[in-house]
């Protein structure tokens, strides 16, 4: 069962409430459940017992983008909050269901609400800085040489590594924007592909109100220390920038 947060917008009260019980639905109508809850915890708890129930095989859980309802509503602390907390109701069902649950995943750009997720979620491992996923995101120097090669016929590959070969979470092997690449193959053209299709308007606002000194991050490091303390109302534009690529 997947829940995505990426084509949503929660920049108003009560969006992120509704957008989630139109996805329980989707996954209603997809299933064949019936005769779901309409409250959001008890409907969750009800579907994931269900497709327990219907398949004998317990429910993968997917979220996608789970931080995407507090970065919209930035500009608006009250509902950035509200959309923090929100789905909190909803991991402690998975929590409580774990008889039926085989393990949930969750991604985002973020590292918002971690003491919040650590409440209602067991066992949590944050897998963002650890080595062994450091090419989880993005294709390697052997992935392209094994799947792309024959697509990269008269492109300059020192000029690709270039534009889009920057990305680094171990500090050693890098990774190139899986998104910049197929978009480059595909028009053969090199550009921001990656700014163009997905601005941050949220983190160009940030950075601007900040005042931030650019001359700072020039070789600055990335401690554990910065990217652990993001929360709503307290928002270093550093790490914001370090955890958005």
């Given at each position: 069962m997947r829940l995505s947060f990426g084509r949503g917008k929660y920049a108003e009260p009560g969006q992120l409430s509704f957008d989630l019980m139109a996805q329980l639905d989707?996954?209603?109508?997809?299933?064949g459940v019936q005769s779901r809850p309409a409250a959001g915890p008890q409907s969750l708890a009800h579907l994931l017992e269900t497709l327990h129930g219907n398949t004998g095989q317990r429910v993968v859980t997917l979220v996608d983008e789970y931080d995407k309802p507090v970065l919209d509503a930035l500009g608006a602390p009250d509902i950035a909050r509200a959309n923090r907390d929100h789905p909190r109701r909803l991991y402690s069902v998975i929590k409580v269901c774990d008889a039926h649950v085989r393990f949930c995943f969750l991604t985002g750009v973020s590292r918002f609400s971690k003491a919040i997720l650590s409440s209602g979620l067991n066992s949590l491992q944050d897998i963002s800085l650890n080595p062994g996923y450091s090419s989880?995101?993005?294709?390697?120097?052997?992935?392209?040489?094994a799947v792309f090669a024959p697509e990269l016929a008269g492109l300059d590959r020192q000029r690709i590594r270039d534009w889009y070969d920057g990305c680094s979470w171990g500090g050693e092997e890098r990774v190139y924007n899986p998104s910049d690449v197929l978009l480059l193959l595909a028009d053969r053209e090199f550009k921001p592909w990656w700014y163009e299709t997905g601005s941050l308007t949220f983190l160009i606002d940030l950075i601007a109100d900040s005042g931030l000194a650019w001359h700072r991050l020039d070789g600055m490091p990335a401690s554990e220390g910065l990217i652990s303390t993001l929360d709503v109302g307290n928002i270093a534009p550093e790490a914001l920038m370090f955890q958005a690529g």
């Open positions: 989707s996954v209603d109508r997809r299933t989880i995101c993005g294709y390697t120097e052997r992935d392209l040489d």
